[in-house]
């Protein structure tokens, strides 16, 4: 299936300029069996790994694999020669460089993929790499649109593939315990959640004088751009995912960019489904800067027997309980408001209960029942040996990837959006239900038979 494209003859000859220049200065894959000199690990445990997207995240994880004996480093992919030469020279004697994703799927040296891109490709990459047979970690946002968190987990389901989307938080120890102390009934019916993200970048922003009228060398600025609009190369928003999140066509804003660490906590511990309506208000309302991206987002999600609130904040760095020293800061932060009491905790896992009254008097903090994660890159690699999925997989994260979708989409018409959870469907909304099918710019196009 050709999912991404049926490309132009310009962009035909582009990749492969690109294909070409790439196998020319790529290094020899050594064989296996060189790696297995002292008898660790046999060559055939061995993960083939590639990663899309040589920013920091992707480094990281990247480098966070490669620390295990059972994995190899064999291809990764940047548009930026900047960043793609030093990350190839790290992993040199086995890992060959690409420019274009879709020549790097097609390695024969290869199991797994680590996709880091911005989020605006993360649909096509994830679901290119699932149709090429490749197991898949996602780094978060999973996705910008409804219809692209549907399509990428139906495609890991049609495909067989094993999937971890990248929300440490969901691996921690310290996540795990909250969620123990939720699910244990101790904080009584829970009729409201609220979730944080906090700072100030008043009164500038990220700044202004980004733009310059051609990319640098190096840079393939098209492909960079790829289904999102080509707009002009801003060297802020090309620096790292901070900035990025200043841009809506390709983060969708710092809902997606931190909602999913501590969204995740509540969608987790009180085993939400998707929600059945979602409204959300604000607005680029103080920030001036190079970006478009709202600067305040407030949203309320509706579940059955639950309230869920997320409130983001570019102009106000106060973190409620959870503030700490009085200087402005990046906060993130979670509450659940129980008839006994409430647990508020933060990014990092601290956490602290406030009774009502003497209702928690005489109950015992619950046992540890979660099983501890190796991390989640670690969780990945076992699971991609095992065939089962991850703790953290897209069948999990899709509950909170379609919520933030779903709030964005809100924002951006400015009402409410009903939503039927098993149907998987916008209700009573035409446009809302065309909107979330994202329209790439040409040639890219989005694999609508992957909804459904």
């Known amino acids: 299936m050709q999912t991404a494209h049926a490309p132009s003859a310009a962009s035909r000859r582009s990749f492969l300029k690109t294909a070409a220049a790439a196998t020319l200065a790529a290094p020899t894959v050594l064989p296996a069996s060189v790696f297995a000199a002292d008898g660790a690990t046999a060559p ?40 793609l030469e030093p990350t190839v020279e790290q992993f040199k004697g086995t890992c060959r460089g690409f420019r274009d994703y879709r020549q790097l799927l097609q ?9 880091a891109t ?40 049609r495909h067989h593939r094993i999937s971890q989307v990248g929300t440490q938080h969901h691996a921690r120890p310290e996540h795990h315990r909250v969620i123990e102390y ?43 751009c790829g289904p999102g609009p080509l707009g002009r190369y801003n060297r802020k928003l090309a620096s790292d995912a901070y900035h990025h999140c200043s841009w809506m066509a390709y983060s969708g804003g710092w809902t997606p960019g931190n909602g999913p660490h501590m969204l995740d906590l509540p969608i987790t511990a009180l085993d939400l489904g998707f929600p059945q309506m979602t409204s959300a208000a604000g607005g680029r309302l103080v920030v001036r800067d190079d970006g478009d991206a709202y600067d305040h ?19 106000n760095s106060y973190g409620f309980d959870l503030h700490g020293e009085p200087k402005p800061a990046v906060r993130l932060g979670t509450y659940f408001h129980g008839a006994n009491g409430t647990l508020y905790a933060d990014y990092l896992g601290n956490f602290k209960i406030v ?17 501890p994660s190796p991390g989640q890159e670690r969780e990945w690699l076992d699971c991609i040996k095992s065939r089962r999925q991850p703790s953290c997989s897209v ?58």
Not at 107 to 115: F, G, N, Q, S, T
Not at 191 to 197: K, L, P
Not at 355 to 370: C, F, R, W, Y
Request: charged residues 20%; neutral net charge.
């Open 182 to 224: 939720v699910r244990s009934g101790n904080l009584g019916p829970i009729g409201v959640a609220r979730a944080f993200n906090v700072m100030n970048q008043t009164p500038a922003g990220i700044g202004t004088g980004g733009y310059r009228s051609a990319p640098p060398a190096g840079i393939d600025w098209d492909l960079w």
């Open 395 to 452: 069948f999990h994260h899709v509950k909170v990837d379609v919520s933030i979708a779903l709030s964005v989409l809100s924002l951006k018409l400015g009402r409410s959006i009903r939503f039927d959870p098993q149907a998987e469907v916008i209700v009573g909304d035409a446009e809302a239900a065309r909107l979330a099918v994202p329209e790439y710019r040409a040639p890219w196009r989005f694999p609508k038979d992957y909804l459904g």
């Open 44 to 83: 055939s445990e061995r993960i083939r790994l590639g990663l899309i997207g040589c920013g920091h995240m992707g480094r990281a994880n990247l480098g966070n694999c490669a620390a295990f004996p059972d994995v190899v480093v064999t291809a990764v992919c940047d548009v930026d020669e900047n960043r």
């Open 355 to 371: 009774p009502e009254g003497d209702a928690l008097k005489g109950k015992p903090a619950p046992s540890k029942s979660i099983p």
């Open 297 to 315: 987002h407030e949203v309320l999600w509706q579940y059955p027997n639950l309230t869920l609130t997320w409130m983001m904040s570019l102009t």
């Open 118 to 157: 911005l989020p605006h490709w993360h649909a096509l990459q994830a679901i290119a790499a699932c149709e090429a047979g490749k197991d898949l970690y996602l780094q978060k946002p999973m996705t910008l649109h409804l219809a692209e968190s549907l399509a990428v987990r139906n495609a890991v389901k």
């Open 107 to 115: 390695h024969p040296d290869l199991d797994a993929v680590i996709v």
